[in-house]
């Protein structure tokens, strides 16, 4: 990933927001022709979605034909509309830190399994992929207990993989980016929203998200766009 990102800031496609004062993660600028490419994109894309959409064609695998129309909504919406959806009370995910590593998880997606060496038992966490998890472990527990690999089979195994949730004393959890044991916090909960406020003061009777589903201006606005476009159903809308 690294050399995607060096190979676009060269380029000229792609560079960090704020790089001259350290940047900010997850914040990215559009370059000279970073900017091209984003706008040829969209043009292609709206061209093909909407243009040049024959409305009284069946498309292929469509059970019939319909209308397209486009709209574009704001990217900050009425808190109400979040609480409706069921955003508000149920996206969020419970997350545990890493103290040693800094690093955040999602409770639910960390895995391992007890290991035992020498009247030591621990549990080898890792966050990689089911098919190669079996393997990262082993890896870790060698790491941790210095054992070779060619005594690898003295460590002990004493349970399947579970995920971290089942584990009652993390404590005894090696996390999947740390060289000791209780290096986890307890599992808070993180709400997925960005919250932001709206107006001069930053009170909660202010407080607005950034829009966390694309296609909920969708939902909000159906009845305008039926009444100003009067498309009849089925119909879509970009």
Same mark, same amino acid.
């Given at each position: 990933?690294?050399?995607?990102?060096?190979?676009?800031?060269? #380029?000229?496609?792609?560079?960090?927001?704020?790089?001259?004062?350290?940047?900010?993660?997850?914040?990215?600028?559009?370059?000279?022709?970073?900017?091209?490419?984003?706008? +040829?994109?969209?043009?292609?894309?709206?061209?093909?979605?909407?243009?040049?959409? +024959?409305?009284?064609?069946?498309?292929? @695998?469509?059970?019939?034909?319909?209308?397209?129309?486009?709209?574009?909504?704001?990217?900050?919406?009425?808190?109400?509309?979040?609480?409706?959806?069921?955003?508000?009370?149920?996206?969020?995910?419970?997350?545990?830190?890493?103290?040693?590593?800094? #690093?955040?998880?999602? &409770?639910?997606?960390?895995?391992?399994?007890w290991a035992e060496y020498r009247d030591e038992k621990i549990f080898v966490t890792t966050?990689?992929?089911?098919?190669?998890?079996?393997?990262?472990?082993?890896?870790?527990?060698?790491?941790?207990?210095?054992?070779?690999? !060619? +005594?690898?089979?003295?460590?002990?195994? !004493?349970?399947?993989?579970?995920?971290?949730?089942?584990?009652?004393?993390?404590?005894?959890?090696?996390?999947?980016?740390?060289?000791?044991?209780?290096?986890?916090?307890?599992? #808070?909960?993180? +709400?997925?929203?960005?919250?932001?406020?709206?107006?001069?003061?930053?009170?909660?009777? @202010?407080?607005?998200?950034? #829009?966390?589903?694309?296609?909920? @201006?969708?939902?909000?606005? &159906?009845?305008?766009?039926?009444?100003?476009?009067?498309?009849?159903?089925?119909?879509?809308?970009?």
């Amino acid at each position: 990933m690294s050399e995607i990102v060096s190979l676009c800031k060269r #380029r000229g496609f792609l560079f960090q927001s704020s790089e001259i004062y350290g940047g900010l993660n997850g914040f990215w600028d559009y370059g000279p022709l970073g900017v091209d490419l984003k706008k +040829n994109v969209k043009e292609t894309w709206w061209q093909d979605m909407v243009s040049s959409h +024959n409305e009284l064609k069946t498309p292929q @695998g469509a059970p019939t034909s319909y209308a397209m129309t486009g709209l574009d909504c704001t990217i900050i919406m009425h808190p109400q509309v979040w609480k409706c959806s069921g955003h508000y009370d149920l996206f969020h995910d419970h997350m545990v830190d890493c103290r040693e590593s800094k #690093r955040r998880y999602r &409770f639910d997606q960390v895995r391992g399994r007890w290991a035992e060496y020498r009247d030591e038992k621990i549990f080898v966490t890792t966050v990689a992929e089911v098919e190669v998890e079996e393997e990262a472990t082993l890896q870790r527990a060698m790491k941790y207990f210095k054992v070779r690999a !060619k +005594n690898s089979d003295q460590i002990d195994w !004493k349970s399947d993989f579970t995920s971290l949730p089942n584990i009652d004393d993390l404590s005894q959890a090696l996390g999947p980016d740390a060289k000791s044991l209780g290096t986890l916090t307890e599992p #808070r909960e993180f +709400n997925l929203m960005f919250k932001t406020f709206v107006g001069a003061l930053s009170g909660e009777e @202010g407080a607005a998200y950034l #829009r966390p589903e694309t296609a909920q @201006g969708i939902f909000v606005n &159906f009845k305008n766009v039926v009444d100003s476009t009067r498309v009849r159903i089925p119909f879509g809308i970009a």
